[in-house]
């Protein structure tokens, strides 16, 4: 059983930035890709992004692409989402995710293993 606790959300501005944290507890960290997907008010869970287990290949969404960087650092049992140039589409609850590496490609939330319990992100003026 992986815990998954993400951090770092909040109220900003259009064009500001945000830097949102995941700390994984409870398993190996190591033998899962991470994810993050977001669901806004009324609308399903979408993928925004995913990070292969080691070698650390990226994949994102099209509309975050440029403007977010998914990375982990495995030392510390943690993975990150940068996210810059936010806009107020954007707005939403962020969840972390561990996955099989299946998800790396099919971007499901099917094959999602752990999820945490969200932070939100709202990006307004």
């Known amino acids: 059983q992986v815990q998954l606790v993400e951090s770092g959300g909040g109220l900003v501005q259009p064009g500001d930035s945000l830097r949102l944290s995941c700390a994984a507890s409870?398993?190996?960290?190591?033998?899962?890709?991470m994810g993050w997907f977001r669901q806004a008010p009324g609308k399903e869970r979408e993928f925004v992004a995913a990070i292969g287990r080691i070698i650390g290949s990226t994949y994102y969404a099209d509309s975050v692409k440029g403007r977010f960087t998914i990375s982990r650092d495995n030392s510390k049992n943690t993975g990150y989402l940068q996210m810059n140039s936010l806009k107020p589409e954007d707005t939403a609850v962020y969840y972390c995710a561990v996955a099989s590496p299946a998800m790396l490609i099919s971007r499901s939330a099917n094959d999602v293993h752990y999820w945490g319990q969200g932070t939100q992100v709202t990006v307004s003026s």
């Open positions: 409870g398993g190996t960290f190591t033998s899962y890709a």
